[in-house]
């Protein structure tokens, strides 16, 4: 650790992500077992239980937990990565549910995942929040990785103007081009003879 990692304090919020991360992998991996017909558990008095394993929906369950376990690890370290993963994972974690809903499982065996994922992809969207993990990455950087970053973002701005400088160029309204002569109006008809008109 150098010297500003071990000073550093985690911020109540972020260790708050991780404990709710923690028990996200934790009703996965519960939500496994009662997909497998092992466990079962009882939700506002309706017990949930599987006669029969529904495998499709508990290796997903499995795989949700360990990336579950992955982010909440991320977290508690208070790694950049671990932000864009929970957005995604907890996205996932609510399509799921609602897509396990559709092939024979319940609200209620999907209730706590949805809660616990709903949690953290809010308090994730939630302007501000990803400036801790931002400043603790930048923080881990050694100095020359922070200046071929500086490096990047400098060329980054300077490509951002000069596409904007040929955009406003593409974009400046040519020479006006002078209207069109104006037709002069056609010449009236000669009058017709008085006694060649029809009856």
Known sequence: ????????????????????AGFAALAE?????????????TFVGKTVSFSSPQWGQAIWALILAAIW??????????RAYAVQFGIFV???TLIFGFMALLFG??????????????AIFFYLSYP???????AHEMSMMTPEQRAAFEQMQAAMAASVKANAAAM?????????????PAVPPAPPSPPSEPGSGSL
């Open 1 to 20: 650790m150098t010297g500003s990692q071990a000073g550093y304090h985690r911020p109540i919020g972020v260790t708050i992500l991780a404990i709710l």
């Open 29 to 41: 991996l519960w939500r496994m077992l009662v997909f497998l017909g092992i466990a079962n558990f």
């Open 90 to 92: 907890s996205l996932f």
């Open 168 to 180: 406003g160029q593409a974009a400046a309204p040519a020479a006006p081009v002078p209207p069109a």
């Open 105 to 118: 499982s319940t609200v209620e065996a999907e209730t706590v995942p949805w809660l616990l994922a709903g």
């Open 69 to 78: 376990v992955w982010v909440a690890t991320g977290f508690w370290n208070v």
């Open 128 to 134: 501000g929040v990803q400036q801790n993990f931002v």
